[in-house]
């Protein structure tokens, strides 16, 4: 089982409409959760990071957490062709000391 | 603060080569992350530091790979004996934070390798 799992994609929404990211991640221990962005050839950059259940907004976005069911989620209001781009979930453990790992991304394409 | 800089920006090599990527951190942060990406894939984690200390490297990775990061400031990521398999971008990331939470990373631009 991998450590985070995201569908590949592509996810194809438009222009206006609600994007949905989801993730799920296999460590029961994992305590903190995050959104990457990664623009095609460039690094990713974070925009969203939450640690408590629920849901954690910031602008359009917001970011969904049920540590129960190991999920995350990132929704994209109002989505934008700029919003088209890899997105990627990661988590770090509970210890202080934690590596934070990388799923395999989502692409999603924002159409006209 | 200038950012994460990695050098070189590319590299070409023949199978068999060594090769050493550098990596300077932004100059406060005192965690630092080696990561390779294939295309269509996400980060996979190589190893990291905290200060000068290699707190864990993937078990995925050969004895080929060593990285190092003298006195906790730049680090280098050498490849021995490279492989075809090894093409991928490296990229490094640092990080300010030394407790639980927010581990914001900052990523460079990458090393861009490929292998002939």
């Known amino acids: 089982q991998k450590e985070v799992e995201q569908n590949s994609g592509p996810l194809s929404v438009p222009e206006g409409a609600i994007a949905s990211l989801n993730c799920t991640y296999s460590d029961r221990g994992s305590q903190s959760f995050f959104w990457y962005r990664q623009y095609s050839g460039k690094s990713p950059e974070l925009i969203m990071s939450i640690y408590s259940n629920g849901d954690k907004e910031d602008g359009r976005f917001t970011a969904q957490l049920n540590k129960a069911s190991q999920y995350v989620s990132l929704l994209i209001r109002d989505s934008q062709p700029s919003d088209s781009a890899t997105y990627l979930c990661?988590?770090?453990?509970?210890?202080?000391?934690?590596?934070?790992?990388f799923g395999s991304g989502t692409r999603l394409s924002i159409r006209p | 603060d200038t950012g994460v800089s990695q050098d070189p920006r590319h590299k070409i090599t023949k199978r068999g080569q060594n090769v050493t990527f550098r990596c300077d951190p932004i100059s406060e942060h005192n965690r630092l992350y080696w990561y390779r990406q294939t295309l269509g894939q996400g980060p996979e984690f190589l190893t990291y530091f905290q200060n000068e200390a290699q707190l864990e490297k993937s078990r995925l990775l050969s004895d080929r790979f060593s990285a190092e990061r003298p006195k906790g400031s730049f680090s280098t990521l050498e490849i021995q004996r490279t492989e075809q398999g090894d093409s991928a971008m490296y990229l490094c990331a640092s990080s300010p934070q030394t407790g639980v939470a927010n581990e914001k990373l900052f990523f460079g631009s990458g090393t861009q390798l490929s292998v002939l």
């Open positions: 990661a988590f770090a453990g509970y210890s202080s000391a934690s590596k934070i790992i």
